[in-house]
């Protein structure tokens, strides 16, 4: 019973998001309220919701306060000179566009962090795409790419993080075997952006375009509410805000500091450095706290979802199910169907849901079949590209927010991108031996 009302609201959920009947957020609270309802869970539902809003509570604090961060940022005029500099290299070129958009968002997703990604990627390219007429689809696609496979596998990222720990597993037994894996990964981006800048190319042409730094501020939609005020632009703190940034993520990765508290000391810091005066400081978070109140709101509908979905007990029905009907004939391939059901579990589950929650199920039923839990966990990260589409991914609805696109949009665009780019690193795991 359990099994099916999980699965059924899974389906529901998926459908009303992509066919946009509802919102995400009607849809994260009204759905699993109503699933809670039929399978008798009435009295019980606000406990299991209250504790979804404490799980997510962490991450809507670090979004929030990450947003505030950046914005501070950008409006000091940060990332000119990056976006200047990219200007100058890939010219009209959509494929070089494409291409630079996914070297940056690599490098910057390096530090495990999908929200910091997004905020500078976009930030940083939607002003040139938005010039030359790019979908900002392929932006977002990209960006997304990037952190699933960057953030996904390093053991400082979030999903290797609670593999790691959800198993009491070694960080460098866990990722060195994945290095071959990750820069397969890695070279399935370039070449998806390659593919995705060659449609916008034929489409669109190669454009002759000089665009001035301040019709890219125009143009970025992180900074539109401030596109004609000259006087918010730092340039002479611009070496003080990016050792403020570099500081930051040093301290992220290091976790010195748990993330939401050190980004709102950067948000804080940022703001007194740049905007000492107190009037001006108001203005600058009032021109962000639209996205940020969107996003934040998002996160805790999601947390109303996962809570429901986990207290219910349907998260471990529909896990256990799971594990049944594989035959035992199969077990000796037990990884790579760890893997290859890791993208729709992902997708339907948070990852604190699937990692604490089914990763344990599923490598003590590995046990069984001899399999190693290094190997069990090494495949539960093989599916973070379709994971990334979920709309209980945070930064996922940060990144729709910023390109001013619908989820489900986003979803239809990306999914066969996000689908190979799954395959193709759980092929190479398997051949290179992280899995067998």
């Known amino acids: 019973m359990l099994t099916f009302l999980g699965i059924s609201m899974v389906v529901v959920f998926t459908y009303l998001i992509m066919a946009k009947k509802l919102s995400p957020v009607t849809a994260l609270v009204i759905v699993p309220i109503v699933f809670g309802l039929l399978g008798g869970f009435g009295l019980g539902l606000g406990p299991m919701m209250l504790d979804g809003l404490k799980t997510v509570a962490p991450s809507a604090a670090l979004l929030l306060f990450a947003i505030l961060f950046f914005g501070i940022l950008i409006d000091a005029g940060l990332f000119d000179p990056l976006i200047n500099k990219m200007l100058k290299i890939v010219k009209g070129d959509p494929v070089k566009i494409a291409i630079g958009t996914a070297v940056i968002a690599m490098c910057v997703a390096l530090d495990g962090d999908g929200t910091t990604t997004h905020m500078i990627t976009i930030s940083a390219m939607l002003a040139l795409y938005l010039r030359i007429g790019m979908k900002p689809l392929v932006l977002a696609t990209i960006s997304l790419l990037s952190v699933s496979i960057m953030s996904g596998m390093t053991p400082w990222g979030g999903p290797a993080t609670r593999a790691i720990v959800s198993l009491g597993l070694d960080a460098n037994e866990f990722f060195l075997p994945l290095l071959p894996t990750m820069l397969s990964g890695m070279a399935c981006i370039i070449f998806i952006a390659f593919v995705l800048g060659k449609k916008e190319r034929v489409r669109l042409g190669i454009i002759e375009i000089e665009i001035t730094p301040k019709e890219a501020m125009e143009l970025n939609p992180a900074a539109a509410t401030v596109a004609e005020t000259a006087d918010i632009k730092r340039p002479k703190l611009r070496w003080i805000n990016l050792l403020l940034v570099v500081t930051i993520m040093t301290v992220l990765v290091t976790g010195i500091l748990p993330a939401p508290i050190l980004f709102l000391i950067g948000f804080v810091t940022a703001a007194m450095i740049n905007y000492p005066d107190m009037q001006q400081q108001k203005e600058r978070i009032s021109s962000?706290?639209?996205?940020?109140?969107?996003?934040?709101?998002?996160?805790?509908?999601?947390?109303?979802?996962?809570?429901?979905?986990?207290?219910?007990?349907?998260?471990?029905?529909?896990?256990?199910?799971?594990?049944?009907?594989?035959?035992?004939?199969?077990?000796?391939?037990?990884?790579?169907?760890?893997?290859?059901?890791?993208?729709?579990?992902?997708?339907?589950l948070s990852n604190d849901a699937y990692y604490f929650g089914v990763l344990p199920i599923l490598a003590e039923s590995g046990a069984a079949y001899g399999v190693d839990p290094l190997q069990v966990a090494r495949a539960s990260v093989l599916g973070q590209p379709v994971h990334f589409l979920s709309p209980l991914v945070a930064s996922t609805l940060l990144l729709v927010g910023m390109v001013k696109t619908e989820l489900g949009d986003l979803q239809r665009f990306a999914i066969k991108w996000c689908f190979l780019c799954s395959l193709v690193i759980i092929a190479v795991a398997f051949v290179t031996g992280a899995i067998s």
């Open 288 to 348: 962000h706290a639209g996205n940020a109140l969107t996003v934040v709101v998002l996160v805790f509908a999601a947390g109303i979802f996962s809570g429901i979905f986990s207290g219910t007990g349907m998260v471990e029905a529909v896990s256990n199910s799971l594990v049944a009907i594989i035959p035992e004939s199969m077990g000796s391939f037990y990884p790579l169907i760890v893997a290859l059901t890791s993208m729709p579990l992902t997708f339907v």
